[in-house]
Nanobody, 120 residues
């Protein structure tokens, strides 16, 4: 059973650069041909795909302004990370990590989500 667990800073001041981490257990992030995504949901809005990193460490991002957010990974810890560069209050949302078996497949595993609030 694959399990994804997000962790993050919770409350962050504007212009800071917080990192969110997704720790994966029960499967390797380097296993072909999975895609590992970050998705957010601002309060009162729908889910928004931010980007993903593939099993071979290629990254793809949404064309939205959130594309300033890089995704990286640490294979030794089986984790992938999202960095919110120059965070603004508009980045306040619940952030989820999820897995998909391929670019046209649906998500088969999700984390429970972590709230990130950008506020002074």
């Amino acid at each position: 059973q694959v399990r994804l667990q997000e962790s993050g800073p919770g409350l962050v001041k504007p212009s800071q650069t917080p990192s969110l981490t997704c720790t994966v257990s029960g499967g390797s992030i380097t296993t072909n041909y999975y895609y590992w995504s970050w998705i957010c949901q601002p309060l009162g809005k729908g889910l928004e795909w931010i980007g993903h990193i593939t099993s071979v460490a290629s990254t793809y991002y949404s064309p939205s302004p959130r594309s300033r957010i890089p995704i990286s990974r640490d294979t030794s810890k089986n984790q992938f990370t999202l960095q919110l560069r120059s965070a603004t209050p508009e980045d306040t949302a619940v952030y989820y990590c999820a897995r998909t078996p391929g670019p046209t497949e649906g998500y088969d595993y999700w984390g429970q989500g972590t709230q990130v609030t950008i506020s002074s």
